[in-house]
């Protein structure tokens, strides 16, 4: 599975939207990127997933570049519960491969 | 809330204890999975089940013996564990092995004296 690099930190204001950067130049064509949250304390939390168009549902948008190289998550209007560990994992989405492979993800702070 | 529920929330064991996790979902999902989240770690996969089935063991010591009963229940029975095995011990499940989105368990707290 293709490494992942996210920034260690980010704050943002209550209200805001929340954009939370990943860097994958080496995926291949065939790996999802996928994003999970884990607030304190807790499971971590399926956000979203997506190949190559851009996707949205009620959690969070996911633009992904046209190369593929990068990705962002964007919570559109951030409240202090958004407050967590964002994780960008990318993966090959076929059964049998069963591997989540977490990093250290970006620790996103939502300043009231 | 995710479906997924483990018990119990916090344990304290000693190294020459035996005590059993516990996780349980009712989703109907086929594949569960447990985690190990230690103090400044990323997650660590540690097993796989698919149908009752073991499918992944990534190296885990056999201090830790997991069981699949049924597709809804999932143990993981430790034995004199060492200090530096205190971590949070998350269960997860999807409905198939593979699929994208994984349900977690609130996971169980354990330290070892």
């Known amino acids: 599975d293709a490494k992942t690099t996210q920034p260690p930190s980010m704050d943002c204001a209550e209200g805001r939207a929340a954009n939370l950067p990943c860097n994958h130049s080496?995926?291949?064509?065939?790996?999802?990127v996928y994003w999970y949250r884990q607030i304190h304390s807790q499971g971590p939390q399926y956000i979203i997933h997506g190949l190559k168009n851009n996707e949205t549902n009620e959690m969070a948008s996911l633009i992904i570049t046209e190369d593929r190289k990068s990705s962002t998550l964007i919570l559109p209007h951030a409240t202090l519960r958004d407050t967590a560990v964002y994780y960008c994992?990318?993966?090959?989405?076929?059964?049998?491969?069963?591997?989540?492979?977490f990093g250290t993800g970006t620790r996103l702070t939502i300043i009231p | 809330e995710t479906g997924v529920t483990q018990t119990p929330r916090h344990l304290v064991m000693g190294m020459t204890n035996k005590k059993s996790l516990k996780c349980e979902q009712h989703?109907?999902?086929?594949?569960m999975y447990w985690y190990k989240q230690s103090a400044k770690k990323p997650l660590e996969l540690m097993f796989v089940?698919?149908?009752?089935?073991?499918?992944e063991n990534n190296s885990v010591p056999s201090r830790f013996s997991p069981e699949c009963p049924n597709s809804s229940h999932l143990f993981l029975h430790l034995h004199t564990l060492q200090p530096e095995d205190s971590a949070l011990y998350l269960c997860?499940?999807?409905?198939?092995?593979?699929?994208?989105?994984?349900?977690f368990g609130p996971g169980t707290r354990l330290t070892v004296l």
């Open positions: 080496t995926i291949s064509g065939n790996e999802y």
């Open positions: 989703l109907g999902h086929n594949a």
């Open positions: 994992i990318v993966r090959v989405f076929n059964f049998g491969n069963e591997k989540l492979t």
């Open positions: 089940y698919s149908l009752e089935e073991r499918v």
């Open positions: 997860a499940s999807s409905p198939q092995t593979g699929d994208p989105e994984q349900f």
